[in-house]
């Protein structure tokens, strides 16, 4: 069962399942049980896209010491049987979102999985700047969540919300770079750390971040009905995390980049689950 579990990336899963809960919960500003539909359908069909990927990508896997111990490159998992726990986790995912929330929530699902695991998973074999196309992964699961709630997929409120997470997925990825570049390079990779020095990449790091923190103030352009309480809530969490990432991008310890990386996920998940939090509640 915990190989199963490594398959599917359930933590990334999980994360993924968050995203489009607080689209859903934002569009709604409600509950219901209809979440629990939501919540599954997303889970099982990222935990396809995750076994997917490992499939795609575990004679690579087995270079690294970071993917080394999953469970195709560990023996845990033939790649057969990996290969079909995917397609039985797409299917039954994909049909949860169709029946419960319509085709274009369904299709969203669908436009992930061939954007994650035919598009961007080969990109990055080709250029260190696939990240770019690839942080699209990161911002679909909102629009499920907004959709499968009734709301209009180019609507203003999840633009910017798809446009947050997108920017966000950029350190993100170019943090793992930072700690994990010669694995990715010696599995035959390319990657961004060949084009700059460390110290370059840590700035151009440090700016998407700020560019991260900016975007995240913008919501009174673009989420009309934000108070402006919320709003000063908002800012204040901006500047307590801009000031962590400040004083942790001096200086290239791996004690640094760890932080810097947990900093950087707690940061996208509390600014998620504040607009959550917002839209239930309202802080006028």
């Known amino acids: 069962m915990h190989s199963f579990f490594a398959l599917i990336k359930y933590k990334v899963s999980l994360a993924v399942s968050f995203t489009a809960i607080s689209g859903y919960i934002i569009y709604t500003s409600g509950i219901d049980f209809q979440l629990v539909y939501l919540a599954m359908g997303v889970f099982i069909l990222a935990g396809g896209a995750s076994a997917f990927n490992e499939f795609q990508e575990w004679k690579y896997d087995i270079k690294m010491r970071r993917t080394m111990y999953r469970p195709i490159p560990a023996g845990k998992i033939s790649p057969l049987n990996s290969a079909i726990i995917a397609a039985i986790c797409v299917v039954a995912g994909s049909t949860i979102l169709f029946y419960y929330f319509g085709l274009i929530t369904f299709m969203l699902g669908l436009f992930n999985i061939v954007w ?11 250029t260190p700047f696939a990240v770019v196309p690839g942080a699209l992964t990161g ?8 959709t499968a709630g009734g709301g209009f997929v180019f609507e203003s409120g999840i ?4 446009f947050f997470l997108f920017i966000w ?14 694995e990715y390079e010696a599995a035959g990779f390319p990657t961004i750390n060949q084009s ?31 108070s402006f309480p919320f709003f000063i809530i908002i800012f204040l969490m901006n500047l307590f995390f801009v000031t962590i990432f400040t004083k942790l991008s001096f200086g290239r310890s791996e004690l640094n980049l760890k932080h810097l990386f947990i900093s950087i996920n707690v940061y996208m998940f509390v600014f998620m689950l504040l607009l959550a939090v917002y839209h239930l509640v309202g802080w006028n």
């Open 196 to 226: 700059t020095s460390p110290a370059n990449l840590n700035r151009i790091i440090y700016a998407w971040v700020v560019a991260t923190s900016v975007a995240s103030i913008m919501i009174p352009f673009f989420i009309v009905n934000i």
């Open 139 to 146: 911002a679909v699961p909102a629009f499920m969540g907004w």
């Open 169 to 182: 997925q950029i350190p993100h990825f170019w943090l793992l770079m930072l700690k994990y570049g010669k």
């Open 116 to 126: 994650y695991n035919l598009l961007y998973t080969y990109l990055k074999r080709i």
């Open 159 to 162: 633009v910017f919300i798809g």
